[in-house]
């Protein structure tokens, strides 16, 4: 879950994208190993709230993204994320325009030249 950030006021949980910020290391049994990244990507399309609509609903309403998370539920349209693995090379993440391990950073696709991403 992103908040404070420049992409606007979500609306509601179920149109979120979540990333796991911390920069995983998998290991296989031979030592060999990647960095990895893990997104899940909402499979309702992101949506947000203006910034009106928003302090609004915090004053009128403020459960309502447990709310609408809820409703959603009892009518049937269950909510679903894509679980994206991406990962990266020792060598790639040596020459990697930011260090790969600093948690304020996302690696977006458009950074993934050479990195695999698995959905």
């Known amino acids: 879950m992103i908040l404070f950030g ?3 006021i979500p609306d509601g949980y179920r149109k979120m994208h979540g990333y796991s910020g ?5 290991v296989k049994k031979d030592g060999s190993f990647v960095y990895a990244q893990f997104h899940y990507v909402s499979d309702q399309s992101p949506d947000f709230l203006t ?6 609903l915090a004053g009128e309403n403020p459960d309502y993204s447990t709310q609408d998370l809820f409703e959603a539920i009892e009518r049937g349209e ?3 994320w894509t679980f994206c693995v991406q990962t990266m090379t020792p060598e790639q993440a040596e020459k990697f325009r930011y260090n790969i391990l600093d948690l304020t950073k996302v690696s977006s696709r458009a ?3 050479g990195q695999k991403r698995m959905c």
């Open 6 to 8: 420049d992409r606007g």
């Open 22 to 26: 911390h920069t995983h290391k998998l």
């Open 51 to 56: 910034q009106e609509k928003g302090v609004k």
């Open 78 to 80: 269950h909510p679903s």
């Open 111 to 113: 950074d993934a030249t």
